[in-house]
């Protein structure tokens, strides 16, 4: 059994290997023939017809294959992890059993996430099955599929000579080869014997593509290759099955800790007292992630159990990952490629040759070099979209530069940890995207009005480090400009490298994927071929370790999609927001304090996109009734996400800072301390000072109100900056006197007279 566990990681190692490097070149690809569509017409011709009429078409253009190899490559990287025993989990209570015990415990574990991984497979399937193929079953549907993909096939090896021969690729088809490729399917087996097909009329062009009686072409097999889905948590399951078998290894900077009883008897305690104030199922789930289940396994099972009690099937699971919100997210693309050169950079010499630019430049300030990873990090963070990406990147790159400098371990820990959401709130960064998306508010203007709070919130994450700085003595250098010159000439393909890649995005020359890609295939000329630094041993284990954390992290966040779609469904964020009005909160402030605790529960319990999109849509009712700028609430939702995903004892960084640096979660949970009351106190200074959040568009709203007043209408463009609006569409105004102005009906009926009380003192929005 353990020679077959070893040959099947090796098998894993270099499949992910092969699919990862794929991945980046046929993106690298898809960069290059898009720039050239941009300025030839031939090159343009080519991109349309792989985009629009060849079998790409079926699987959703271009970005389509990248997607589904990133859901294979998320896969094979959660194998790795199942091998090494590198879930992300809650070890606090597993970490202090004796050895036998912690043994019997993680092979619990790895049961239960079997059995999940095979509940969850069944669900999927069914849900394909029932969804997708539109109640044929999977046979049948798959037939009906794979069909399809041969005669696309045959018309594309039609075409392609044509389309490089510079043909128009919609009108590469004459009437008669369209008419004899229709004749030559056999379309009654699979449709019926009273199929009806487009035919085409005398001297009629058509494009390549495939028609269906039933369905649009477009993106049609990517229903079939969501099987992938399926078909990947079966094999997790064998794998957790396998691992139970042979013995759950030991995790590196998990070590055994000295055993107390009072972490089990919390978890008891804490369990016990789930089952009898809500549900036993919840006791189940509580205690199985307090013992150590894998995170992943835990939400997917909660999810499960909830939905059987309801009375509802398992393919309930399957609908939120499934959709292109997630399933087909080019973000999703981005965590392996980013995962990979952090891992990269991390393994070469590169933290020696960015030290020696930090001390060289920064190293005349107390804390300099801790200032420079808060820097990094924002603007890392404000490039990928997202904390956990930075912290495996930038932390990883970091640390180790912070431990060479003497800073304390602690520190630094907190401070890779915290420091990967400081560019949630810079642009381009996806979390006030997605606000603006859900709340209907200018994506531009969101983005200056947070500018402000964000620059508060690094400076004083910086006046910390500058603090610890002096308060550790730590030695500063004078700056000298030859030395500088040299640290510079020597890390010049590193700060190229970062510097080319912002540029990437921030121009949007390319997508954020293919700028990752080309990226990562930059980093691997440079360190490889350039620096010789990275031998294929070394290469190879960093990619490794590189996938199993990328797989572990994909799974997290595809199962915290499938517990969220039971949490929308049966209204538990609503019902919990209605509890809470009626413990008595009825003024302005009380409002503020309501919505951050909400918004702070949700973060903790949520991955950021989703989290912004359950909580958004649920808060801007109550925030227009309150009359808050929707900007003021732009920057308090990603600031309260910002201190959720560092806080103790769930926020999302902690789990990934512990599983990328080896640490317990014990130890973070202290380290992050000090900066998490430095977040704190931002958000409290942004909630009692709305102008921090309001100045940098009112400029733009004075404005508005000129142009209107000219044209002699209500300043409505105005109003949508200036205070929350409930229905974008027909926005109101946002001060009693602007109201009784404009006449608003007296009779206009109350929906939500709760709502309406406890904001009755709410004050006006500035």
Not at 360 to 373: D, E, K, T
Request: glycine share 10%.
């Amino acid at each position: 059994m353990k020679r077959l566990d070893a040959a099947l990681a090796r098998l894993e190692a270099r499949l992910g290997s092969l699919l990862m490097w794929t991945l980046a070149v046929l993106l690298a690809l898809w960069a290059g023939l898009s720039a050239l569509a941009r300025h030839g017409a031939w090159a343009g011709n080519l991109f349309a017809w792989l985009q629009d009429a060849s079998l790409l078409t079926l699987v959703g253009g271009l970005r389509g294959v990248p997607i589904r190899l990133t859901l294979a490559l998320a896969f094979t990287g959660a194998a790795l992890a199942t091998a090494q025993g590198r879930h992300l989990a809650l070890d606090v209570v597993t970490r202090t059993l004796p050895g036998r015990w912690r043994q019997l415990a993680r092979r619990a574990g790895a049961v239960l996430a079997a059995v999940v991984c095979l509940a969850s497979a069944y669900g999927f399937a069914d849900f394909i099955a029932k969804d997708a193929f539109e109640g044929q079953g999977l046979g049948a549907g798959l037939s009906r599929h794979f069909f399809l993909a041969r005669r696309q096939v045959a018309l594309d090896a039609r075409a392609l000579p044509r389309v490089l021969a510079g043909e128009r690729w919609d009108q590469v088809l004459t009437a008669e080869e369209w008419n004899a490729w229709l004749d030559a399917g056999d379309w009654r087996s699979h449709y019926g014997s009273d199929v009806t097909l487009p035919r085409a009329a005398d001297g009629e062009r058509r494009a390549p593509l495939t028609v269906t009686p039933t369905e649009a072409p477009r993106a049609l097999l990517v229903k079939s290759l969501n099987l992938l889905v399926a078909l990947g948590l079966l094999y997790l399951a064998l794998r957790f099955l396998l691992g139970a078998a042979v013995g759950v290894p030991e995790s590196e900077g998990h070590a055994e800790a000295p055993f107390t009883p009072w972490p089990l008897g919390l978890s008891l305690t804490a369990s016990a007292l789930a089952g009898l104030l809500v549900s036993p199922w919840l006791a189940v789930a509580l205690f199985a992630a307090l013992l150590g289940a894998p995170l992943f396994s835990v939400m997917a099972g909660g999810a499960a159990l909830a939905w059987l009690q309801a009375g509802a099937p398992l393919n309930r699971l399957a609908p939120r990952v499934l959709e292109e919100q997630f399933a087909g997210s080019p973000v999703l693309v981005t965590i392996p490629l980013f995962t990979v050169l952090g891992f990269l950079l991390a393994g070469s010499k590169a933290p020696a040759r960015l030290v020696a630019v930090s001390r060289a430049f920064l190293g005349w300030m107390p804390g300099g070099l801790a200032v420079g990873c808060l820097v990094a990090s924002a603007a890392f963070t404000a490039l990928s979209g997202g904390s956990g990406i930075t912290i495996v990147a930038v932390g990883g790159l970091m640390l180790p530069l912070l431990r060479a400098q003497g800073v304390p371990e602690r520190f630094s820990l907190g401070l890779v940890t915290t420091s990967g959401s400081v560019g949630l709130l810079f642009p381009p960064a996806l979390p006030l995207l997605v606000f603006g998306l859900v709340a209907g508010v200018d994506f531009v203007l969101a983005f200056q009005a947070a500018a402000l709070p964000g620059l508060i919130v690094l400076l004083a994450l910086a006046g910390l480090a500058v603090g610890q700085g002096l308060k550790q003595k730590l030695p500063t250098e004078r700056f000298e400009l030859k030395s500088a010159g040299r640290a510079l000439a020597g890390a010049g393909g590193e700060l190229a490298l970062l510097f080319g890649l912002m540029g990437l995005v921030l121009s949007q020359v390319v997508a954020l994927e293919e700028a990752a890609a080309l990226g990562l295939l930059a980093a691997l000329g440079l360190l490889v071929w350039i620096r010789k630094e990275l031998p294929g041993a070394a290469r190879a284990e960093a990619v490794r370790e590189a996938l199993a954390l990328a797989g572990a992290l994909v799974l997290v966040l595809m199962m915290a999609s499938a517990l969220m779609n039971y949490v929308i469904d049966t209204r538990v964020p609503t019902r919990l927001l209605e509890s809470l009005a009626g413990a008595g909160v009825t003024s302005g402030l009380g409002v503020l304090v309501l919505l951050n605790a909400f918004l702070f529960v949700v973060g903790m319990l949520m991955d950021g996109v989703t989290a912004l999109i359950v909580a958004v849509p649920l808060i801007v009712p109550l925030a227009a009734r309150a009359g808050l700028s929707p900007f003021h609430l732009a920057v308090m939702v990603v600031l309260n996400l910002e201190l959720a995903f560092s806080s103790p004892p769930l926020g999302l960084n902690l789990f990934l800072a512990a599983f990328r640096f080896r640490v317990p979660m014990a130890q973070l949970s202290r380290a992050v301390l000090p900066f998490v009351a430095v977040l704190a106190g931002c958000l409290l200074l942004v909630m009692a000072v709305p102008r921090l959040s309001t100045i940098g568009v009112e400029g733009e709203a004075a404005r508005l109100r000129t142009e209107a007043a000219a044209r002699g209408e209500p300043p409505r463009e105005a109003w949508k900056l200036e205070c929350v609006q409930e229905d974008t569409l027909h926005p109101r105004p946002c001060t009693e006197a602007e109201r009784a102005a404009q006449q608003a009906p007296e009779d206009e009926p109350d929906d939500d007279a709760l709502l309406k009380e406890m904001l009755k003192d709410a004050p006006p929005s500035p």
